[in-house]
C-alpha cells in the first residue's frame, strides 16, 4: 500500500462509492498508463484499459473537483481501452476505477508529479 | 460561448469484417473550467463539452462523460468492433446546449 500525499480525501471516497454503489474495490486489474512526470499539468496523456470492463471512472484526488471522466463501453467496443488528455492542478494521484464483466470493481492509482499546474492562477 | 469548434475524426477507410479498428477524435473547445479568474478576479464561468458519444449503425461504441478535468481541444483514442459496412457517428454535448457531429463511412470487406 502506499501512502496517499496530502488529505486523500474523503470526497475522492464520495465518488468511488457513487460509481460502485458502495461495492468493494479490488486493487489491481486496471492498467492506467500515466506519465510520472507531467512537465505541463494543462494537457496530460493517460490511458486506462480494463479487459472486458463495461466503464471506466478517472479521478483526479488532487483537483479542486476530482472527476475527470467516465468511459462507458458500448456492445461494438473493440476493447475496454481509451485515452485522452487530462489537467492535473499539481502533484498528485490518478485513479482509474472499472467496472468488471463480472459486476466486480477494481482500481489502480498511479502518482503523477506535475511541474506547472493547469487549472489556471 | 464556445465558438471555432470543429471536430475532427479518423477512421480507416476499410476494415475487413469484425475487425478491431482504432480510432482518434479531437475537437477544438477551450474547456473553460470555471476554475480559472479574469484579471478583475472574477471567476470565468464553466463551458465545457460534458458528453461524448460514438455510435456505429445505431450500436454504441463509446459513451464517455466528461468533467472540466478533460483538457483544451479533447482528444480521444479508443477501439471499435466493425461487423459490417456502415457510419460511425460521432457526437460532442456542449454546456450551452450545442450539439457538434461528425459521421464517417467505413467499407468493411
New interface residues.
Partial sequence: MTVLPYRANAAVEDFVNEFTGGAEVAEGGVDLIAPEIAENG???PI?VAAEGASAIMVL?AG???P?????????????S????????AQTQDVIAIAKLADGSFARTSSLVKVTIG???? | MASGVRPRVKVPRSASAGETITIKTLISHQMESGQRKDSDGNTIPRSIINRFVVDFNGENVLDVKMEPAISTNPYFEFEAKVPESGDFHFTWYDDDGSVYEDTQTIEVS
Fill in positions: 494543462n494537457t496530460v490511458e483526479a483537483n479542486p473537483t472527476p475527470v471522466a467516465t468511459f462507458n463501453f458500448g456492445p461494438l467496443a473493440g476493447a481501452r481509451a485515452a485522452t488528455r487530462i489537467r492535473l493547469g487549472c489556471g492562477g
